[in-house]
């Protein structure tokens, strides 16, 4: 079945260490975007890649890195210098040219302990 | 930037009473979507609108973008403890990136 898999599902990091989340899709989609989500509110944009090599800021990029190496793949790196990390990640992806809906994963739970 | 303004943040309805989710764009909005969100979980595509005084209905949830593309209802009819979750609604960008509202969070009640 094609689809997005986000991978942990639940992340324990401690502070001052970076952690990688993982996100993968098998739907062939050209762009493919990473979300935060706190408690209570909306998501927020933190990095998007409309092609491979290339990835644009979003609105909440400071502490975060990301890669696009292949299509399939847009890791997202939660780092040292993100002073708030604790938070539901998703990540996302749509066809470029195409007027259809984002797909999301189900999430990542990052816990800073 | 594009801001959404949902309202109201909270409902907490009795089954098989009707309710309604507002969504207003601080912009003209280019694409408007619909999504529902149990807690924890990914987003689950409700419904996408495009075009001024569009409408779409699935089963019991019907969804409508006025004439001037700033303001989008979510409307369910004969409400359901399955329809309780979070329903967020997104504005598209030039890169097909989502700016969302900060949700409402649906309690039904059986």
């Known amino acids: 079945d094609g689809g997005i898999t986000q991978s942990p599902k639940y992340l324990f990091r401690k502070e001052g260490q970076n952690v990688t989340l993982s996100c993968e899709q098998n739907?062939?989609?050209?762009?493919m975007y990473w979300y935060r989500q706190d408690p209570g509110q909306g998501l927020r944009l933190i990095y998007y890649?409309?092609?491979?090599?290339?990835?644009q800021k979003g609105d909440i990029a400071e502490g975060y890195s990301v890669s696009r190496e292949k299509k399939e793949s847009f890791p997202l790196t939660v780092t040292s210098a993100q002073k708030n990390p604790t938070a539901f990640y998703l990540c996302a992806s749509t066809p470029v040219g195409h007027t259809t809906e984002a797909f999301f994963g189900q999430g990542t739970r990052l816990t800073v302990v | 930037s594009q801001e959404l303004e949902q309202s109201p943040q909270s409902l907490i309805v009795q089954e098989g009473k009707n309710l309604t989710i507002n969504c207003t764009s601080s912009k003209t909005l280019y694409g408007l979507y619909w999504y529902k969100q149990k807690y924890g979980e990914g987003l689950i595509f409700l419904m996408m609108l495009q075009k001024g005084g569009e409408e779409k209905s699935h089963e019991k949830i019907t969804a409508k973008l006025d004439e001037k593309k700033q303001q989008s209802s979510l409307h369910i009819t004969a409400s359901q403890p399955s329809h309780a979750g979070i329903y967020l609604c997104g504005a598209a960008g030039s890169a097909r990136q989502l700016t969302f509202g900060s949700g409402t969070q649906l309690t039904v009640l059986p």
């Open positions: 739907l062939n989609h050209d762009a």
């Open positions: 890649s409309q092609i491979v090599n290339d990835f």
